[in-house]
């Protein structure tokens, strides 16, 4: 894109400029994040990502982006793309607790049990007290765990038809 401005020259004529364009970008974050939220929640799954993408492209080292984009993909059953997404959120920001959640769903998409235990865990672990979807994690955590107590091998030998 074409530079406003008078880069690397000390203050001048050109700050106004700058911080007109800046101003632009961060306007231009916030409706696509916004934009992006109403299609994640009209179930819009492409709309969404198409908006979150840009806001990634705009502002790369935003957490929450990645997150709804993975949010996103889980609502397109794309389970492996959605864990990517969930898992560079985490890398951007260790505490985003948001992304443990929708890795443990993206990871239980893909059949990764334990895995999915594992991520939900961490979203309890470092979610507040008060939290809304505490109740769904451990209610998560238990499903899962009693689907894989009941899918562990027995040592019976099969019996003889």
Same mark, same amino acid.
């Given at each position: 894109?074409?530079?406003?401005?008078?880069?690397?020259?000390?203050?001048?004529? @050109?700050? *106004?400029?700058?911080?007109?364009? %800046? =101003?632009?970008?961060?306007?231009?974050?916030? $409706? !696509?994040?916004? +934009?992006?939220?109403?299609?994640?929640?009209?179930?819009?799954?492409?709309?969404?990502?198409?908006?979150?993408?840009?806001?990634?492209?705009?502002?790369?080292?935003?957490?929450?982006?990645?997150?709804?984009?993975?949010?996103?993909?889980? @609502?397109? *059953?794309?389970?492996?793309?959605? %864990? =990517?997404?969930?898992?560079?959120?985490?890398? $951007? !920001?260790?505490? +985003?607790?948001?992304?443990?959640?929708?890795?443990?769903?993206?990871?239980?998409?893909?059949?990764?049990?334990?895995?999915?235990?594992?991520?939900?865990?961490?979203?309890?672990?470092?979610?507040?007290?008060?939290?809304?979807?505490?109740?769904?994690?451990?209610?998560?955590?238990?499903?899962?765990?009693?689907?894989?107590?009941?899918?562990?091998?027995?040592?019976?030998?099969?019996?003889?038809?």
């Amino acid at each position: 894109g074409l530079l406003l401005g008078s880069e690397g020259s000390g203050p001048g004529p @050109g700050d *106004g400029a700058r911080a007109h364009v %800046a =101003d632009k970008k961060r306007k231009e974050i916030d $409706l !696509r994040f916004q +934009q992006g939220v109403v299609m994640l929640h009209a179930k819009e799954y492409d709309h969404a990502l198409t908006a979150f993408h840009r806001v990634i492209e705009l502002a790369p080292q935003m957490p929450e982006a990645y997150v709804n984009a993975g949010f996103a993909m889980l @609502g397109k *059953g794309e389970f492996q793309a959605a %864990a =990517d997404f969930f898992d560079e959120a985490t890398n $951007l !920001r260790r505490d +985003q607790i948001n992304a443990y959640f929708g890795l443990a769903l993206a990871l239980d998409g893909l059949g990764n049990r334990h895995g999915a235990v594992e991520a939900m865990r961490t979203f309890l672990h470092r979610a507040s007290p008060d939290d809304p979807y505490r109740p769904k994690a451990a209610a998560a955590i238990r499903e899962w765990q009693a689907a894989l107590a009941s899918s562990r091998p027995t040592h019976n030998p099969p019996a003889k038809p």
